[in-house]
């Protein structure tokens, strides 16, 4: 499975922004799938999960800021993020996961300043 990112850029502090991927295969209900996100020096950490049955999990650090959704029939999975503030700059990755098989795409960078 190859995994595409697509809807980064440089937005200003309080601005939203849509992130999405488009896998090259089928990842139906049995995949998880999740938003990373790696800050500049930093590791890179759970930005935001979803199950194959829609329950989803979310940094604490958000506080309602992000929202994660998916449309297993056409291969895409979404990060709605609103309200962004500097400290959400950084690579935003989508990961796969079925069994043990794990998958990442290369990433979009998502910039918040003014």
């Known amino acids: 499975v190859q995994l595409v990112e697509s809807g980064g850029g440089l937005v200003q502090p309080g601005g939203s922004l849509r992130l999405s991927c488009s896998a090259t295969?089928?990842?139906?209900?049995?995949?998880?799938l999740a938003w990373y996100r790696q800050a500049p020096g930093k590791q890179r950490e759970l930005v935001a999960g979803?199950?194959?049955?829609?329950?989803?999990n979310y940094a604490d650090s958000l506080s309602g800021r992000f929202s994660i959704s998916r449309d297993s029939a056409k291969n895409l999975l979404y990060l709605q993020m609103i309200s962004l503030k500097p400290e959400d700059t950084g690579v935003y990755y989508c990961?796969?996961?079925?069994?043990?098989?794990?998958?990442w795409g290369q990433g979009t960078q998502v910039t918040v300043s003014s």
């Open positions: 979803i199950s194959g049955l829609h329950t989803t």
């Open positions: 990961y796969a996961a079925i069994g043990s098989d794990t998958y």
């Open positions: 295969e089928s990842i139906s209900g049995f995949y998880t």
